[in-house]
């Protein structure tokens, strides 16, 4: 719950102190559970190296555990990991391993790694194609209530947009992002997702100007999860 609310360090001290226990009780789901949470906050402060090592062990506990949701979580966050350091092939391999787990093991799960493949989309400048990513992981987020992945979904999803041209829709769906964030206090700590934002916004600001991206940001703090996927469907039926 730290984590997701952005509250690092806090975080940090309740995980180590989790992972001694669980090494204590020999509970190694515990362990590689463990692992898997420190590789995130690792990643959220920029320790790529520590992140990634954390990640690798959470991969190998839960691989020789044989827990599939466990396994593909640890291989989209090495994925993350990877993507950051700039090694696109490799996080995208790493991110079909994961998803061949998922699909058959942990489907819900799916929702993480269809957020960065739109990102890999987005930067690659294939706007539909992470238009399409972000409708598939928002179909989980809304089975599972899942705000902390929708405020991260949302960021290629606008990028996406802005790269389209339809700021207007750009500024809906940030406001629609960020008044959950503020509703559940669900954080993003991804460097590369708060830039890819912050880029997707100075641009469609640009354009638009101040008042009309207002307006639409406004609008968009009351659209819900069904109203984005209607959008969604719009622009790819249009497309």
């Known amino acids: 719950m730290r984590f997701t609310q952005g509250e690092l360090a806090h975080a940090r001290s309740a995980v180590t102190r989790a992972l001694a226990l669980a090494h204590e009780t020999s509970d190694m789901v515990m362990v590689a559970r463990a692992e898997n949470l420190l590789g995130d906050i ?13 990640f690798a062990r959470g991969v190998e506990g839960f691989r020789s555990l044989a827990l599939p949701w466990g396994l593909g979580n640890s291989l989209t966050g090495l994925a993350a ?14 991110l079909d391993e994961a998803t061949s787990v998922l699909r058959h093991g942990a489907p819900w799960f799916l929702s993480w790694t ?14 539909d194609e992470a238009i399409a990513f972000v409708r598939e992981s928002l179909t989980y987020i809304r089975q599972l209530h ?58 469609g600001r640009a354009r638009l100007g101040p008042d009309r991206w207002a ?8 659209v819900s999860i069904d109203s984005l996927l209607k959008e969604i469907d719009r622009v790819v039926a249009h497309a």
């Open 42 to 54: 690792d990643h959220s402060v920029g320790n790529g190296d520590a992140a990634r090592e954390h």
């Open 81 to 94: 990991v990877v993507l950051a350091g700039g090694d696109a092939a490799h996080a995208e391999r790493l």
């Open 114 to 127: 269809l957020y960065l493949r739109a990102f890999l989309a987005v930067r690659r400048g294939n706007p």
């Open 146 to 203: 899942d705000t902390f992945a929708f405020v991260y979904a949302l960021v290629p999803l606008a990028a996406a947009a802005v790269r389209k041209g339809d700021d207007e829709w750009a500024a809906r769906i940030l406001g629609a992002r960020d008044a959950v964030s503020e509703r559940t206090g669900a954080a993003v700590g991804d460097k590369l997702v708060a830039d890819l934002k912050g880029q997707a916004e100075r641009e």
């Open 215 to 222: 307006r639409s940001y406004a609008a968009g703090r009351s």
